[in-house]
């Protein structure tokens, strides 16, 4: 008989997996350790050797998240591509990263429960994060490189657009009749950029004609 693809991955990272399966369909807070402990078949002692419980998990699951995000901005802000180019660079490879890896995205995005004591200091760690990668979404767009206030409103909402479709993809196909391939994707891309460039252009118009001071 064939073996188990899933069996054959480290035990890491089958929790991991079921874990991150886990919480996309049922939310966080309504799993417990013994179901992934069930949906890994693992022994429940590993998650605690693993990951010292459940906020680990998710912990990794969030960090993994932001490690791709930020190779992203790395990978293509080291090339020597005009800001219009560089953006839909971006958005290609955050819609293959989220193809690839909707259900640990997913997670990433929606099951960060920061009102819970374990994930106080996590809180604040994400925080520095966010802020990194605002800095590189600046970089990308060339329009405020120093305005806080506009950072912080377009750079959230750009990637809210960008991944707005993977957190309703599955009733996508049920609601227009269509199928969701590898042709569909590409439309996908090329359509969100022109979306985000057009509306960087207008925002960029605002600013200068408001003469926006930055910080203020």
Known sequence: MPKD???????RERILEAAATLFSTKGYAAVGVREIAELANVNVAMISYYFSGKAGILKEIVLRYFDSIKAIYDKVLAENYPPET????????????MKNKTIFCKVAITEMPFDLPEFADFKAEVARR?????????KVFEIF???QKFSSIITPAALSLI????????????????????????????TIST??????????????????????
């Open 86 to 97: 560089k953006l839909r660079k971006i958005v290609d490879e955050l819609v293959e990263l």
């Open 163 to 190: 991944f707005s479709h993977f957190l309703f993809y599955p009733i996508i196909p049920k609601v227009w009749q269509i199928e969701i391939d590898d042709e569909y994707y590409d439309l996908y891309s090329k």
């Open 195 to 216: 979306l985000l460039l057009d509306g960087l252009n207008g925002v960029m118009k605002q600013f200068i004609n408001n003469k926006i001071e930055d910080g203020k």
């Open 145 to 147: 490189p120093e305005n």
């Open 130 to 138: 966010h802020v990194e990668y605002i800095k590189l979404g600046l």
């Open 5 to 11: 693809e899933t069996q054959e991955k480290e035990p």
